[in-house]
């Protein structure tokens, strides 16, 4: 196993020809296993320098982040015959935002006409369909209701209907709320939209089996490897890796090197919440192009003391500003959650972002909040039946009170790197719309 992998290395990493031991030393930490090699240390004072005393690779593409989005675009990447180096800062890959999800298969409602998140949700979330059964990823496609309890709602019920029919969302269908009832003898609505579309995934599944069909295809995955940096050489972009390990002894004010340059023609910075930390770390990037990024946290709450779920479809209120409501969402093993709200919390610093150092922790206290909430359409919701569940953070362009922005992808021709791929925004849909995107990538910048 071992030596098929190095094997299969050897035509994606190309052999360092000046330090043998170098070359090692990345082989061996490709398979998780650091080895400090005393003749590849570092001699740069900086980590954006362009020393060529730090050891240098050259690799065909590399895909930074292994969440949902990075994966799939690996895979995409990988099954057009480009050779892949993943480079993820943790352990193993999906342990972000991807892993903290609502693991919904959206329809492609709610997004403004022709925006990149309509467009990638609807593609998205069919080529989702079609890959989960192809490949036989648990998941189901159980539809959702979204509702107004109030008259006042309606109005905004109906531009939901007309934004989600002109996006070419299949099969919505306004209900009176008698019907809806019917359907849901739990719920309490005046109307409410019915998407028969939507679905949930088991998005673990997923993402190992795309890792598991992109390293079939070639790709390699690295982990505990932080990318810090980069910059242009020739028609190349360097990015600098340093082991992820080595960022936690960082004390916050010393010099950071690279231990590694990887040299390519494609990167593709995909790391979710530190996208913008990171691309801001690309010396050549035109200024002003990396815009600002906020971040709402999203809680859940579980369901405890019932059996059985009180709803067969996902419930959603009307969307509330930075989200979409809290939501009665049911996993794939009848688990029903409430959530996720929306707290504005302050960034970490860049290095913090890298190593996932985010407050992803539950409020109990909140709870209070969602009763009220979730009893607008749900007010058979006992008292102490929620628990805190686990939390997400989205990582949004745009504040609070704001407009909602679209997925921002951004290539040579906007911040001025040949081959440098920034994707920033990635909050939801982006589990649905992962694949689209990979597809997106691999058509207007690979060909
Ligand atoms: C609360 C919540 C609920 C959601 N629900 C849904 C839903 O139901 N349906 C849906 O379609 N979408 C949903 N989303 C959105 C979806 O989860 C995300 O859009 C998607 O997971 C983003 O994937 P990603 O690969 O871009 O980012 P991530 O999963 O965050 O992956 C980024 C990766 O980059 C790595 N990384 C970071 N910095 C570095 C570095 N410097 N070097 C190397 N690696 C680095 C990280 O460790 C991480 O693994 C939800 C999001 C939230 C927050």
Redesign the pocket.
């Known amino acids: 196993m071992l030596k098929q992998t190095v094997q299969r290395l050897g035509g994606c990493i190309s052999a360092s020809r000046r330090n043998g031991d170098v070359h090692m030393k990345w082989k061996k930490h490709l398979f998780g296993n650091w080895v400090r090699s005393m003749s590849s240390k570092p001699q740069s004072n900086d980590n954006r320098s362009t020393s060529y005393s730090v050891p240098k690779e050259r690799v065909e593409c590399v895909v930074?982040?292994?969440?949902?989005?990075?994966?799939a675009v690996a895979r995409a990447l990988a099954l057009k015959g480009r050779k892949v180096l993943v480079?993820?800062?943790?352990p193993t890959?999906?342990?972000?935002?991807?892993?903290?999800?609502?693991?919904?298969?959206?329809a492609g409602i709610y997004y403004p006409a022709n925006s990149f998140k309509a467009i990638f949700?609807v593609r998205g979330r069919d080529m989702l369909y079609e890959y989960c059964s192809q490949h036989d990823i648990p998941h189901k496609q159980i539809g959702k209701l979204i509702v107004a309890t109030r008259s006042s709602e309606i109005p905004k019920l109906c531009d939901i209907l007309d934004r989600g029919i002109q996006n070419g969302v299949d099969g919505l269908k306004m209900v009176d709320g008698v019907d809806a009832m019917k359907i849901e003898p739990e719920l309490q609505c005046m109307k409410a939209i019915l998407s028969p579309v939507t679905g949930i995934v088991d998005s673990h599944s997923l993402m190992l089996s795309l890792v598991g069909e992109a390293e079939n295809h070639g790709a390699t995955f690295t982990y505990n490897?932080?990318?810090?940096g980069g910059h242009v050489e020739g028609n190349d972009i360097c990015v600098h890796v340093t082991e992820t390990d080595r960022l936690k002894e960082w004390k916050g004010t010393s010099i950071l090197h690279p231990e590694l340059l990887l040299s390519s023609k494609l990167i593709v910075n995909?790391?979710?919440?530190?996208a913008p930390a990171?691309a801001n770390r690309f010396r050549g990037l035109k200024s002003g192009v990396v815009p600002p990024s906020y971040y709402a946290r999203?809680c859940y709450f579980t369901l405890s003391n019932t059996k059985v779920s009180p709803f067969r479809h996902l419930i959603y209120p009307i969307p509330e500003d930075g989200g979409i409501g809290v939501h009665v969402?049911i996993d794939l093993n009848g688990q029903v959650k409430f959530?996720?709200n929306v707290e504005w919390i302050d960034s970490v610093d860049d290095i913090s972002?890298?190593q996932?150092k985010f407050d992803y922790s539950v409020n109990p206290n909140r709870a209070e909040r969602f009763y009220p909430e979730i009893r607008k359409y749900y007010p058979n919701l006992k008292d102490g039946s929620l628990e805190p569940g686990y939390?997400?953070?989205?990582?949004k362009l745009s504040g609070p009170s704001q407009l909602p922005a679209d997925f921002v992808i951004q290539g040579e021709e906007i911040h001025g790197i040949p081959g440098l791929i920034n994707?920033f925004g990635?909050?939801?849909?982006?589990?649905?719309?992962?694949m689209a995107i990979a597809e997106f990538i691999c058509t207007r910048f690979v060909g």
């Open positions: 930074i982040g292994a969440g949902v989005v990075g994966i480079v993820e800062s943790a890959f999906g342990t972000g935002t991807s892993s903290r999800s609502s693991e919904v298969i959206h949700c490897s932080t990318v810090i995909s790391t979710g919440l530190s990171l999203g969402t959530g996720p972002s890298f996932n939390s997400g953070i989205r990582p994707l990635i909050e939801s849909p982006g589990l649905t719309s992962s």
